[in-house]
C-alpha cells in the first residue's frame, strides 16, 4: 500500500518564520543528491518543513498533494524533484501544467535558469518546450 502526503497550510496566509526547517537545498535530508548543491547557488534559501516533507515523499515515488498560498514554494517543490529525477535518469520527461500562459511563461524562465545551471556544472542537457495557442503550425511540428 503506497503511503499518501498530504501536506496543507492556510492558503491565504502566508507561511511564517516558524514553519521553516533548517534545510538548505543541499542537505542531505532534503533528498536531492544530485542537483542540491548545483540549485542552492540559484535557491539559497532556507526550506519550509513542507517543502521538505513534501520533497521526500516525491522523491521516494510517492503521491503528495500540496497546498499552499500564493508565493509559498510550491514550484520549487515540483520543480526541483523533476530536475532531481531528470538528472539522475529515473525519469526521461515529464509534463507541467499551467492554468495561465502568463504564469507558464514566469515560470520558464525560473526553469530555464536552473536547467543552465545544471548543464553548466554537470553537462548534462535538460530541454523543455513550452506549447500554447500562440504556437504556429510550424513551432508545433
Do not use: W
Not at 68 to 95: C, D, S, W
Not at 123 to 134: F, L, V
Amino acid at each position: 500500500m503506497s503511503r499518501r502526503c498530504i501536506v496543507k497550510t492556510t492558503f491565504k496566509i502566508p507561511p511564517q518564520e516558524s514553519n521553516k526547517s533548517s534545510y538548505h537545498l543541499d542537505n542531505a535530508d532534503v533528498g536531492l543528491r544530485g542537483t542540491g548543491k548545483i540549485l542552492k547557488k540559484l535557491f539559497p534559501f532556507i526550506l519550509y518543513e513542507y517543502q521538505v516533507e513534501a520533497m521526500n515523499t516525491i522523491l521516494a515515488g510517492e503521491d503528495c498533494f500540496l497546498t499552499v498560498g500564493t508565493g509559498a514554494g510550491k514550484t520549487e517543490v515540483f520543480m526541483f524533484t523533476i530536475l532531481e529525477e531528470l538528472v539522475a535518469e529515473k525519469i526521461t520527461n515529464a509534463i507541467i501544467i499551467y492554468p495561465t500562459k502568463q504564469l507558464a511563461e514566469d515560470q520558464e524562465q525560473r526553469l530555464a535558469s536552473y536547467c543552465n545551471q545544471i548543464q553548466k556544472e554537470t553537462g548534462k542537457k535538460i530541454t523543455y518546450s513550452r506549447y500554447n495557442g500562440d504556437l504556429s503550425r510550424k513551432d508545433l511540428e
